[in-house]
């Protein structure tokens, strides 16, 4: 019973430690997502723009 009841433990230290890491990426992405200005941010937009319309021509 108390083997059992250990390997909950575990399970659920490992399933929190996933939650924190996944907290972190997620965290991370909206930093660097977040760093462009406007501008930066308008011009990757009129360029992505520029290539896909070339590709459906």
């Known amino acids: 019973m108390?083997?059992?009841m250990r390997?909950?433990?575990v399970?659920?230290?490992?399933?929190?430690?996933?939650?924190?890491?996944?907290?972190v990426?997620?965290?991370r992405a909206?930093?660097?997502?977040?760093a462009y200005t406007p501008?930066?941010?308008r011009d990757?937009?009129?360029e992505r723009?520029?290539?896909a319309t070339r590709r459906s021509s």
Not at 11 to 23: D, I, M, Q, R
């Open 2 to 4: 108390r083997r059992r």
């Open 7 to 9: 390997w909950w433990k």
């Open 11 to 23: 399970l659920g230290l490992a399933g929190l430690a996933g939650v924190a890491a996944t907290g």
């Open 25 to 27: 990426v997620v965290a």
């Open 30 to 34: 909206e930093r660097r997502r977040r």
């Open 39 to 41: 501008e930066e941010i």
């Open 44 to 46: 990757r937009l009129r």
């Open 49 to 51: 723009h520029a290539q």
